[in-house]
């Protein structure tokens, strides 16, 4: 059966000369502790150790030489003499001047900024829904160590009863990000956020305006969505919810081996143009209602079973 490796963002990636990947490879599991340090409460300190969220699936994939299907390695190399570069021999340098740097060890991170390589230091708290779901980057959960129970506890209820969401300065590694900490159940969960210089903008789009009346959509077609919606919505139940795409990759795999045809190189397809859909009338009052009366029946959405029927009829609309 093909193979799928756990926590690993890429195939083959390089890791950092200290032996450690980058926080976003997701190597860590969830019972090793990435960074020790102390949540700042004001004049409060609570001890606390930060762990990955996440735990992400990708396929253990090699890359191959085309021409014989041997695979393909990298090598860490001088560029000046050529000769290959041990791990141990490397360091990391900032390029002050063209071929001049400053060379910069694990311990010239930290005393950069002792205090703010070793603190979550919150400096507001706001509401929750005022953070757009775009600010939103990468989890991680927050534990206390035995001296700091008490007050994890303190700050955790005091999100819970207020309904805030604590912002915070954090350095991870070699760069400082702001996050924003809230309760999850019994656990404070720390969330990197996106500094707005690192979102896009969206106003370059063609997006329709809020004039219902100009884009032609009547109160009529408002009220049959909303029937839709109100037939559509649940509980949310996250373990319901799959990488279908996984498992079909898998299964094409396994017909490929089975097949033989594992050294089968296709050229990807050539796509005909689609002729543009902008003069088509689209009743989208008929395509609602036939969406409501199916769900109705059925508790199923019109069209085929799962994601491909709603799929086929978003882009009907």
């Known amino acids: 059966m093909p193979r799928t490796r756990r926590n690993r963002a890429g ?4 890791a950092h000369p200290d032996g450690t990947a980058d926080h976003t490879d997701n190597e860590a599991s969830a019972s090793r502790v990435l960074w020790k340090g102390a949540i700042s409460f004001g004049l409060v300190h609570i001890p606390v150790g930060l762990y990955s969220a996440e735990n992400r699936s990708s396929f253990d994939l090699t890359m191959l030489d085309r021409r014989s299907m041997h695979p393909v390695g990298f090598k860490r190399y001088n560029k000046d003499s050529g000769e290959d570069v041990p791990w141990n021999d490397i360091v990391k340098g900032y390029e002050y001047e063209k071929g001049r740097y400053v060379v910069l060890t694990d311990e010239d991170f930290r005393r950069a900024n002792i ?29 206390p160590d035995k001296r ?13 009863q207020t309904g805030k969401v604590a912002i915070a300065n954090v350095v991870i590694r070699t760069r400082q990000h702001v996050a924003a900490l809230l309760p999850v ?13 690192e979102l896009r903008p969206s106003d370059e789009l063609d997006i329709p305006s809020g004039n219902l009346k100009a884009v032609g959509v009547n109160a009529r077609e408002i009220d049959m ?10 509980d949310w139940k996250p373990e319901t919810y799959r990488d279908t795409y996984h498992g079909d990759l898998l299964a094409l795999i396994e017909k490929r081996v089975q097949a033989g045809q594992t050294e089968a190189v296709e050229q990807p397809a050539v796509e005909e143009e689609q002729p543009s ?15 409501v009366e199916t769900r109705g029946k059925s508790g199923k959405p019109a069209g085929p079973s799962g994601s491909r029927g709603r799929k086929a009829g978003r882009s009907a609309a």
């Open 277 to 291: 859909p902008k003069g088509e009338v689209i009743d989208l009052m008929a395509l609602l209602k036939r969406s």
């Open 225 to 234: 969505a909303r029937r839709l919606v109100d037939e559509m919505s649940e």
């Open 115 to 143: 205090e703010a390589t070793q603190t979550v230091e919150i400096v507001n708290f706001v509401p929750q829904e005022a953070i757009s779901p775009l600010y939103f980057d990468t989890p991680y959960y927050l534990a």
């Open 148 to 160: 700091g129970e008490k007050g994890y506890v303190l700050l955790r209820e005091t999100l819970k």
């Open 185 to 197: 159940g019994s656990v404070i969960v720390m969330n990197t956020l996106r500094y707005p210089n």
């Open 11 to 14: 195939a083959h990636r390089p």
